[in-house]
Every structure is written in structure tokens, then in C-alpha cells.
């Protein structure tokens, strides 16, 4: 946002937003029975929020990582479905695009997802490789001016409600032998499977997205030939710092179930664990503080490999430390599968495992430092 103004007004969108829209839907989308992802994005759409950080000449709002994050976490305040599915749609499935894409490819694509009209999916995983991206065995064969793209993607989310998946297939061999593609859902030989059961985030669909025989156009290749681990890699480090934050608005409901609670204790008389709540409060304050600061490296131009690593490993550990906490201080009506902090913690989890596992955070932050 150019102008405190204008940033005052998005700001206003976003609580809007948020109360609307997002807080009304929280149980359903807890339970697995709310509107779909494309519905979600759409509402952000109407509201103005479904291109954050699209530029306004595409139909975006036209705001900076700071507002991003700001959006991902007051979603994920009220519900963390909600803040997943909107957080894949606004970082790793629209960013590559705004970032790598040409004119013509932003002029193609970009108004339809900052309206809302559109959910962007982002396709890495395979079965046979997560963590180690670079095992991918998808594959893109040039033939005239298309491509013929064959493999499975899996644990892809929107996959059966997006329309546009950002594709990662290899195009020749090792790290430099992978390309990012725009790949449209409604092309022959796309097709999903029934979204996979989780154990939480029930509202945001997970699944597999399958690849048979798909033409792809050589003009929906994103960027050069063999650039896609680059297109990869730069959309995760971004993506690392929403799901920084989604893990703030998590960690931040949490502690207000759980302060809801010591509270009704203290009002009957009965002690509190005061030890346990300034502990949660202190890592949910630090992990937004971390998720602020890695924004801002974006917003500057930096480069936020590591201290998007570092946001979203503390913040993820912290939404699971604190969900987990609030729990036992909620106690026992926390036992209930719907009760805030239960829904909470199954949320949580997952935060520890998309966009790169802490594991391998811890990976990219020691390599980090011993290379320096
Ligand atoms: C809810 C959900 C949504 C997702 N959405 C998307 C999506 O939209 N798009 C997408 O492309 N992917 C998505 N994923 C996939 C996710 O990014 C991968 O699951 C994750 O990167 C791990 O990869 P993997 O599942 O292949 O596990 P593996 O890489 O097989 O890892 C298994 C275990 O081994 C550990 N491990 C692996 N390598 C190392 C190492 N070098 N050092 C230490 N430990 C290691 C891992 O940390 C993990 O604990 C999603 C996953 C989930 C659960």
C-alpha cells in the first residue's frame, strides 16, 4: 500500500472481511462441511482480497507483505481452513506468477485470480518426492509448441476445486532439469482425486492431481526452460512467511480459548496456570514478531530464505506448543471433538509439514550458517 490512507482502508476490508464472512463459516469449515475453497476465494474476491498483493492494474489490491501476512493471520484467528486455502491461493499459487510470469501470461490469468473468479493450486509434491523436491518425476516433452506433461502430483491443496495449478515437471535432468507450467484444470488428461481425510483444516481439500497426456501450450511455461526449482524455491520462501502467519492467528486463538477459560476459573475461585499462559503468550508475540520481520525482507527486496525458514519453524512449533496447552487449560470441556483449542490443535499440525517440514527448516537454516 502506497499510502498510510490506503492502508487504513485495507485494513478495514480485511476486519470486515474476517467478520463477515470468515467467522460465520468457522464451525462448518471445521467440520468439513462449509463452502468449498473456490467459494472462499471468491468471497475474498468480492470483498477486494483475493489479489493482495496483485498489482491494481490486474485487478489486484496492490498491497505488500505486510498486509499479506496481516490478512493470512486474522483469517486463521477465526478459522485456519479458511487461512490455508486463501494463503496457497495469494503466495505459491499466484505469486510465481506475478514474480516469473510474462505480460501475456499475467494478462491471461492474473485479474481472473485476483477476483476471486479463479483458485491457483501450486503442484511440487509426488509421492516419490516431498522434502527432496528434485526426485520429482513428472515429466514435460516438448512437442512443437506445446508440451506433453505425464506424472501425479500429491498432497496438493485446492486439487479438484482450483483452476489453475502451477505445475513443477521435469524437462531434462537434476535441479536444473525441472520447469514451472500453467497448467488450466479444465484441459484434457487433468484430473483429481476425492479429497484425502485429514486430521484437521477439514475446510481446505487436499488430494492428488493427475497428468495424463496434458498439451500444455509452450507460451504457460513459467519462465525459462529448467528455471522451475528457481520458481519453486522462490515461491516457498515467500509462502514460508503466510504460513508463518497462519500459524500466528492459530497459536493467537488458541490462547484465547484457553484465556476464556482460566478466566471463568479465576472468577469460581479456582487457581489458574499462570506459568502456562505467559508462556504461551510470549511464543505467540515472538512468532509474530518473526513473521513481521521476514515480510518486511520481502517487502525490501531481501532475500528471506532463512528468516522465512526461521518464522516458520519457531511459528509453526509455537501454534502446536500453544493449541496443545490450551487443551489441557480448557480442560475437560476441551475434550469435545468442535471445542475451539481441540479444532486448534488438530489445525495445527499440519503447519508443521506443508511448504517444506520443520525438519527440513532446520535443513535450510544450518546450511545457511555454515555456508556464511
Ligand atoms: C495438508 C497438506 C497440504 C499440502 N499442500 C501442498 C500443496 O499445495 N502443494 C504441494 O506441492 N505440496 C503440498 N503438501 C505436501 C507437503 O509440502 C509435503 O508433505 C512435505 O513437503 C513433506 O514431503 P513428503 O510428504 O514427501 O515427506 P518426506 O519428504 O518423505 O518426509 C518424510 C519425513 O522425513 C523427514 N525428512 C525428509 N528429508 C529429511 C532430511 N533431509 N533431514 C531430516 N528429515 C528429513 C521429513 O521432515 C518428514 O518428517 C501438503 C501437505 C499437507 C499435509
Same mark, same amino acid.
Given at each position: 500500500?502506497? +499510502? ?128 527432496? *523436491?528434485?526426485?520429482?518425476? +513428472? ?24 483452476? /489453475? ?52 501450450? *509452450? ?37 484465547? *480459548? ?17 506459568? *502456562? ?12 514478531? /518473526? ?21 516458520? /519453524? ?59
Amino acid at each position: 500500500m502506497s +499510502t498510510d490512507t490506503a492502508g487504513r482502508a485495507l485494513a478495514g476490508r480485511i476486519a470486515a472481511f474476517v467478520e463477515d464472512a470468515i467467522a460465520p463459516i468457522a464451525s462448518a469449515m471445521a467440520r468439513g462441511d462449509g463452502p468449498s475453497p473456490k467459494r472462499i476465494v471468491e468471497a475474498a474476491g468480492e470483498a477486494g482480497l483475493a489479489g493482495i498483493l496483485t498489482p491494481e492494474a490486474y485487478g489486484g489490491a496492490g498491497g505488500s507483505h505486510a498486509d499479506f501476512i496481516e490478512f493470512i493471520e486474522r483469517v486463521a484467528h477465526a478459522d485456519a481452513s479458511c487461512a490455508v486455502i486463501l494463503d496457497v491461493h495469494l503466495s505459491v499459487g499466484t505469486e510465481p506468477l506475478l514474480i516469473f510470469g510474462n505480460d501475456d501470461q499475467k494478462s491471461r490469468y492474473l485479474r481472473r485470480l485476483a477476483r476471486g473468479e479463479w483458485l491457483a493450486a501450486f503442484a511440487l509434491t509426488e509421492a516419490a518426492g516431498g522434502s527432496d *523436491a528434485v526426485a520429482l518425476q +513428472t515429466r514435460a516433452v516438448r512437442d512443437g509448441d506445446t508440451y506433453v506433461l505425464d506424472g501425479a502430483k500429491a498432497f496438493i491443496t485446492g486439487a479438484g476445486d482450483a483452476d /489453475l495449478y502451477i505445475v513443477m515437471a521435469r524437462t531434462g535432468e537434476g535441479a536444473h532439469g525441472v520447469s514451472a507450467f500453467l497448467v488450466e484444470a479444465a484441459w484434457p488428461g487433468v484430473s483429481t482425486g476425492t479429497p484425502l481425510a485429514k486430521m484437521g483444516l477439514h475446510g481446505s481439500w487436499t488430494g492428488e492431481l493427475v497428468l495424463d497426456g496434458v498439451r500444455v501450450p *509452450a507460451v504457460n511455461r513459467l519462465s525459462g526452460e529448467g528455471v522451475g526449482f528457481t520458481v519453486a524455491m522462490s515461491a516457498l520462501d515467500s509462502g514460508r512467511v503466510g504460513i508463518s502467519a497462519q500459524a500466528v492467528g492459530i497459536a493467537q486463538g488458541a490462547l484465547d *480459548a484457553a484465556l476464556d477459560a482460566s478466566r471463568r476459573r479465576r472468577d469460581a475461585g479456582l487457581d489458574v496456570d499462570a506459568v *502456562a499462559i505467559a508462556d504461551m503468550e510470549v511464543r505467540t508475540a515472538a512468532s509474530r514478531q /518473526l513473521t513481521r520481520h521476514a515480510a518486511a525482507l520481502v517487502d525490501a527486496g531481501r532475500r528471506v530464505t532463512l528468516d522465512a525458514a526461521i518464522a516458520k /519453524l519457531y511459528s509453526t512449533d509455537t501454534c502446536v506448543a500453544v493449541a496443545h496447552a490450551a487443551v489441557e487449560l480448557c480442560a475437560p470441556e476441551s475434550g469435545a471433538d468442535d471445542h475451539p483449542a481441540a479444532v486448534r490443535l488438530r489445525d495445527a499440525k499440519a503447519c508443521q509439514i506443508y511448504e517444506g517440514t520443520n525438519q527440513i527448516q532446520r535443513v535450510v537454516i544450518a546450511r545457511h550458517l555454515l555456508n556464511d
